[in-house]
Nanobody, 117 residues
Framework: QVQLVESGGGLVQPGGSLRLSCAAS????????MGWYRRAPGKQRELVAS???????NYADSVKGRFTISRDDAKKMVFLQMNSLKSEDTAVYYC???????????WGQGTQVTVSS
């Protein structure tokens, strides 16, 4: 089992940047595929970006070219760098860990990102 804690959310103006962090309670190296999801008001949760153990990344079309996911296994951290933020990026962002090769997944408590002038 792994606990996840997100941080880095906040209020930012359109066009601005934020960096979200996800701290894991145990080693994720070679074990967990990681991802960031978001849930906007009145909408379903959606995948924003994911990074596998191999380092392969995947992005939602809506964030390609603006967001970058990365992981630092030594520090047990996953990051989401968000640039050129838009109002439609406003949502609660959740960190997710999937034990590779299984359906066992874990979620953080979420961090609010609000993009508004």
């Amino acid at each position: 089992q792994v606990q996840l804690v997100e941080s880095g959310g906040g209020l930012v103006q359109p066009g601005g940047s934020l960096r979200l962090s996800c701290a894991a309670s145990r080693s994720i190296f070679g074990l967990y595929d990681m991802g960031w999801y978001r849930r906007a008001p009145g909408k379903q949760r959606e995948l924003v970006a994911s990074i596998r153990i191999s380092g392969r990344t995947n992005y939602a079309d809506s964030v390609k070219g603006r967001f970058t996911i990365s992981r630092d296994d030594a520090k047990k951290m996953v990051f989401l760098q968000m640039n050129s933020l838009k109002s439609e990026d406003t949502a609660v962002y959740y960190c997710n860990a999937v034990l590779s090769g299984t359906s066992m997944d874990y979620w953080g408590q979420g961090t609010q990102v609000t993009v508004s002038s």
